[in-house]
């Protein structure tokens, strides 16, 4: 066999898989990629289910601790959360921006809300925000499931290295995907919600059903949901007599994969209750902490992810955390679990059967599901922190976090970016 006829076999299956990627069909023996224009406008919807600690609002996208607020349904420990992003080509045909999601009597939001276009407005600089403090310590990162952390682990990364700007390499991950999501950056046209119309979706509201959305810069788009809010995560842990944390969760019907994640620490012996080392644990085996893994994940990437072992599969309602993260951080386990769901997604006009038809794509909108709980694990008394009871209403407990401590630690673009709170806010 000729060097030029196996290197077609060997490339074949790629372009085969290259071409179903890109909508690129073979007609007659000829190649046709399928042209596409648009879309003049996407839109995004993203449901949550939060449950233990994650559904007091201590979260949520970029921080926005007043919008996530709104965004939650209040005093119960299952709630829900619904972000809607309209982006557009088109500048408002007359007037100031206006587009409204004219939603099923079920969501219990009143006839529609109104996507709000955000003002641009100069923010003047805040006393003491040029001051900055190099913080101090260690971070611990350990990975995967199991009684102990294989060799190797932890990699240890010095704080004070990390604020002079030596990031280690490897430290974020890059096989995780971060969506590109409708923003103001990629509109020329943009309206979100929730804002600040006092709305906010129900632990009882519900998705199912017509939806319209209509403005003065995008094409009127109408399509029907059939996948509702996900259940709410009940989880808990124990700790175990050789020093593993055990955690468990219930199974939900629609995940597509799971992960957890942790964030303890040490307190010094100085007093003042700053933590002098920082421990990051994660369950993926493949030593993932990318921020694509605290998003809503498709179900392509899910099951991809599942697949090599970065994710939890489906199935698995259990996870060890190592003895060494225990001992490495015995006075805080905060633990994060995510639970990934179904997608639905529309366009129109539908894709031509002509693959030489071009494909002029007015709008598109798509909504993806993942459920979410917090608790503190592997504290005594607080096995069931997190856990709701079958109709996931149980009130969460919660005790005020210390002054200057993880958080403190933390504090700064490195906290923030860990998405970790400032601490000092009680629960």
């Known amino acids: 066999m000729s ?38 406008a996407r839109y995004e919807m993203r ?41 557009s080509s088109r500048a408002a045909s007359e007037g100031t921006p206006r587009a409204d999601h004219f939603m099923p009597a079920g969501a219990k939001l009143g006839p529609s809300v109104a ?54 390499p490897g430290l974020w991950s890059t096989s995780v995907p971060m969506d590109r999501y409708v923003s103001p950056a990629n509109s020329r046209t943009y309206g979100h919600w929730p804002s600040d119309d006092g709305k906010f979706v129900k632990p009882d509201s519900s998705l199912i059903g017509a939806h319209r959305v209509a403005g003065n810069y995008s094409p009127s788009m109408s399509f029907t949901l059939t996948r509702d809010f996900m259940g709410a995560l009940r989880a808990g842990s124990t700790a175990n007599p050789s020093g593993s944390v055990l955690l468990r969760w219930n199974a939900l019907p629609d995940a597509t994969g799971y992960h957890a994640s942790l964030i303890g620490g040490k307190q010094g012996k100085t007093g003042g209750g700053e933590m ?67 997608e639905e997604s529309f366009a129109y006009p539908p894709k031509p059967a002509d693959p030489k038809a071009v494909w002029n794509i007015e709008w598109s909108a798509r909504i993806r599901h993942r459920s979410m709980t917090a608790f503190l694990a592997g504290m005594p008394g607080m096995e069931d922190m997190g856990a709701a009871d079958e109709g996931g209403q149980r009130k969460p407990q919660c005790k005020p976090k210390k002054k200057g401590g993880f958080g403190g630690l933390l504090g700064g673009a490195l906290g923030g970016a860990l998405g970790v709170p400032s601490g000092d806010d009680g629960c």
Not at 59 to 75: L, S, V
Not at 133 to 157: D, N, S, T, Y
């Open 276 to 342: 002098t080392d920082v421990v990051w644990w994660s369950s993926s085996a493949t030593r993932e902490f990318g921020g694509g893994l605290a998003d809503w994940l498709s179900p392509a990437t899910v099951a991809r992810l599942v697949a090599n072992r970065t994710v939890l599969s489906p199935q698995t309602t259990t996870c060890t955390v190592p003895v060494e993260v225990k001992q490495a951080a015995p006075d805080f386990l905060m633990t994060s679990l995510y639970a990934y769901g179904p």
């Open 3 to 40: 060097r030029n006829r196996r290197e077609r076999r060997v490339l074949q299956p790629f372009w085969i898989g290259a071409a179903a990627a890109m909508g690129v069909i073979a007609v007659g023996g000829a190649v046709v990629a399928q042209k596409t224009t648009g879309p003049v």
């Open 115 to 168: 996507l709000k276009t955000p003002q641009i407005v100069s923010r003047p600089e805040q006393p003491g925000e040029r001051d900055f403090q190099r913080p101090k310590g260690r971070m611990l990162i350990f990975w995967g499931c199991g009684e102990h952390a294989p060799a190797g682990q932890p990699i240890v990364i010095d704080f004070a290295r990390i604020a002079a700007g030596q990031m280690p």
């Open 47 to 87: 449901a949550g289910t939060t449950s233990g600690m994650g559904a007091m609002g201590a979260g949520g996208r970029g921080g926005m601790r007043g919008a996530m607020g709104m965004a939650f349904g209040g005093g119960n420990s299952a709630n829900h959360e619904l972000w809607l992003d309209l982006g």
